[in-house]
């Protein structure tokens, strides 16, 4: 009986180990020392994405996740890409040392970053949601707090990007609040679009959380 207990515990104890929070940050730099704003970082676990965001108006990043050990990718347009593995061992966490992005030798075109459930252009990144999350999820919002980029808060009812200062949200392209977010259906949900620096157009506004349905028609919402 006392062998089975202790075994019992070790497993659980196991399992709470390797089932741990932890994060990795860091900042992107040129090889002359600028900021590298907008750059698309990516977090593999074997060939799955586990994680993806883009550096802010420092060029630094922070990403949660599981302890364990990863493949690191970073991008940017006209840019050599940068990957390291990362393991990250307790909850304490990594922050890496400065990580530069040296120019490409030769002249680059837009570069697209594709996963089947994640893509990154430029100053875009697109989150589809699977259908696993929208079944598990209760509301949208619980839909959005999957896409790591994001910040959910269910108790004021908000949605915000992270390291991000003034961001909205549209679902479909159209500007809308929390009522109609609220409204939305989770398995209507098709993907998440995030615009970093989305133009003068927006004024000062540093990003754009765009909920993109699979069709108007499924979406009764409140105004």
């Known amino acids: 009986m006392k062998i089975y207990l202790t ?9 709470a180990v390797h089932s741990q929070t932890s994060f990795i940050d860091g900042c992107v730099r040129d090889s002359a020392g600028n900021v590298m704003k907008d750059a698309t970082v990516l977090v593999f676990k074997s060939d799955s994405l586990e994680a993806g965001t883009v550096t802010d108006k420092k060029g630094c990043f922070t990403l949660r996740l599981d302890t364990g050990s990863y493949i690191l990718r970073i991008t940017r347009l006209g840019f050599l890409e940068h990957v390291e593995n990362v393991s990250l061992a307790s909850p304490a966490g990594k922050s890496l040392s400065a990580i530069v992005l040296k120019k490409a ?22 989150f589809k949601i699977s259908s696993r999350v929208k079944k598990s999820a209760i509301d949208a919002l619980q839909v959005l707090s999957s896409v790591p980029a994001l910040r959910v808060n269910p108790y004021e009812k908000s949605v915000t990007l992270v390291d991000t200062g003034s961001s909205i949200v549209m679902v479909n392209n159209i500007r809308r609040n929390s009522n109609y977010l609220l409204a939305i259906q989770p398995e209507n949900i098709e993907r998440v679009e995030i615009i970093r620096s989305p133009g003068a157009r927006y004024g000062d506004l540093d990003g754009i959380i765009n909920v993109v349905t699979k069709r108007l028609s499924t979406v009764k919402a409140v105004m």
Do not use: I, W
């Open 7 to 15: 075994v019992l515990l070790t497993l659980v104890f196991s399992h």
């Open 105 to 126: 030798p030769y002249e680059l075109s837009e570069v697209t970053v594709t996963d089947k459930n994640f893509e990154a252009e430029l100053n875009k990144s697109v």
